[in-house]
């Protein structure tokens, strides 16, 4: 899926949420991509993988980690210390850790190269790592700061973080199903992506737009991670470099906010923020690669 795909299901979407007045469509397209066309995406492209392949991805697979500590810490003791009870601080925390890496960071990322396996790496090793991380954080939040045997049952009935820990669980046994299984699980969830970019479009609205808001997801998601790349990762190779420079620094993935909506937390103000922040970021990397 290209930028111009991705950008015309974003209308689609707003289009359809005016033509029907009803909640209930875009309430049965959140429980069907959340609950059943999410959980067999994460599963097929984690467990289609193996042990060999995670230990493979070497500074890709550093930066993953490095990247998600920065965003997370960062916006982590934000929030405690500047945004304290407020509940916006754990969706702020949701919004910064999980970037949009494979809608919109695949077709980035080929703007700049022709091979884009680096890119797929860290994006497939970045959701594997997120997704808990970040259901827990809405699921804690989203109860008034729960305890912590609470918020994680919270988390485990959500569908997808239950299929990423069962296939990562095979990945480290050295489990690996055969293809006639992977493969109908991985395309039956990839309706996932272009369902959730609809769901995304009819939520759009800028009646909940802070710039507040926007600039704290657009620093802690943005801006730290790319200065922090670009300084330290720019003498590595192109591919290595632009790859984790454009999946590192994209803005909050759509499947962010719906798991912000599957726990009431902040989804409307999240929409707003990425929304706008997606727009900004296709033309600052549009504008960045007719320069080069």
């Known amino acids: ?36 066309l999410l959980a067999f995406f994460v599963f097929g492209n984690v467990a289609s993988k193996d042990l060999g392949y995670l230990l493979s991805i070497k500074t890709v697979f550093i930066y993953v980690f490095l990247v ?20 916006w601080a754990g969706a702020l925390m949701v ?12 077709p980035i990322a080929s703007l700049f190269l022709d091979d884009i396996t680096p ?15 970040v259901t827990f ?36 046994a050295g489990i690996r199903l055969p293809g006639w299984i992977i493969e109908p699980i991985k395309t039956i969830g990839w309706w996932s992506i272009p369902l959730l970019i609809i769901y995304f479009g009819s939520r759009i609205t800028l009646s909940r737009f802070e710039l507040r808001k926007f600039l704290e997801v657009g620093a802690f998601r943005i801006a ?15 591919e290595v470099f632009y790859s984790v420079l454009v999946e590192a620094s994209m803005p909050p993935a759509i499947a962010a906010n719906a798991i912000l909506a599957q726990y009431q937390l902040k989804a409307e103000e999240a929409i707003s923020v990425t ?3 997606t727009l900004i970021v296709i033309g600052l990397f549009m504008a960045l690669k007719a320069l080069l």
């Open 137 to 172: 954080i809405a699921a804690h939040y989203s109860s008034g700061g729960a305890s912590l045997r609470r918020s994680i049952e919270k988390a485990l009935k959500f569908p997808p973080t239950v299929a990423n820990l069962l296939a990562l669980a095979l990945v480290i």
């Open 119 to 133: 890119a797929i790496l860290y994006s497939t090793t970045n959701s594997l790592i997120v997704i808990p991380i």
């Open 275 to 277: 929304f706008v922040l």
């Open 224 to 238: 730290i991670p790319f200065i922090f790349v670009f300084l330290t990762l720019r003498n590595a190779s192109p």
């Open 95 to 106: 919004l910064s850790v999980y970037p949009n890496t494979a809608a919109l960071g695949f």
């Open 1 to 36: 899926m290209n930028i111009y795909e991705m950008l015309a299901l974003i209308a689609f979407g707003y289009v359809l949420k005016r033509l029907f007045k009803s909640e209930k469509p875009f309430d049965y397209i959140r429980i069907l991509t959340n609950d059943i």
């Open 68 to 87: 998600i500590g920065i965003s997370l810490g960062s916006s982590y003791l934000y929030g405690r210390f500047v945004l304290k009870n407020d509940p």
